[in-house]
């Protein structure tokens, strides 16, 4: 007997909507940027881009959002800050920050997929996400230094790369849920 089940499409044609008008508006938050020193990685508002995907469209469109900004950006369109693109970004030292975005993703949607989406719950998987975005991103960062310029001590890696963004990222972070609280309930 042949079954007359139609297997039900993984995303629907909105689902993949909202995926990649959250790509779209990491990269233009990624535009929004301060200059970079040569050691350390530049102020931008894409967190923020991602974060509000994430609590916005939940774990799994969020982190596929996330992923679509990579791969726009691995193929070489200008999506990263200062308006740039390409594998050479994304494997470059600070490139390890972009790839933890991640690791964020999952760790939030592990979080409010157990837990629910309370506004604690959202907020602290917002920011264990962020934890081990730095986490990795930091490990990322003093391989790749110290490979390519010399021995750079975790302190001063920390101090260039985490500390300055551990504030800004917060703020990011409370004004990505407040606004998933306001333009969540119009996304279906």
């Not at 301060?34 to 469109?61: E, N, S």
């Not at 934890?131 to 490979?147: D, E, S």
């Amino acid at each position: 007997m042949v079954s007359k089940e139609v297997s039900k499409p993984r995303f629907r044609t909105l689902d993949l909507t909202y995926i990649a008008l959250f790509a779209v508006l990491m990269s233009v938050c990624a535009w929004i940027s301060t200059p970079k020193t040569p050691i350390t990685v530049p102020f931008t508002l894409q967190t923020f881009a991602v974060f509000a995907a994430l609590t916005v469209l939940g774990g799994q469109r969020g982190l596929w959002a996330i992923v679509v900004y990579l791969l726009m950006g691995l193929v070489g369109l200008p999506v990263f800050s200062g308006f740039q693109g390409g594998p050479g970004i994304l494997l470059g030292t600070t490139g390890g920050y972009l790839i933890g975005f991640i690791g964020s993703a999952l760790v939030y949607w592990l979080i409010t997929a157990r837990l629910g989406s309370a506004l604690p719950v959202m907020v602290c998987a917002c920011a264990a996400g962020m934890a081990v975005c730095y986490v990795f991103g930091t490990a990322w960062f003093l391989a790749l230094y110290t490979a390519t310029k010399g021995p750079i001590s975790l302190a001063a890696s920390l101090a260039a790369c985490v500390f300055p963004f551990i504030i800004p990222d917060l703020c990011k972070i409370a004004l990505a849920v407040l606004l998933s609280r306001r333009v969540g309930k119009y996304l279906k």
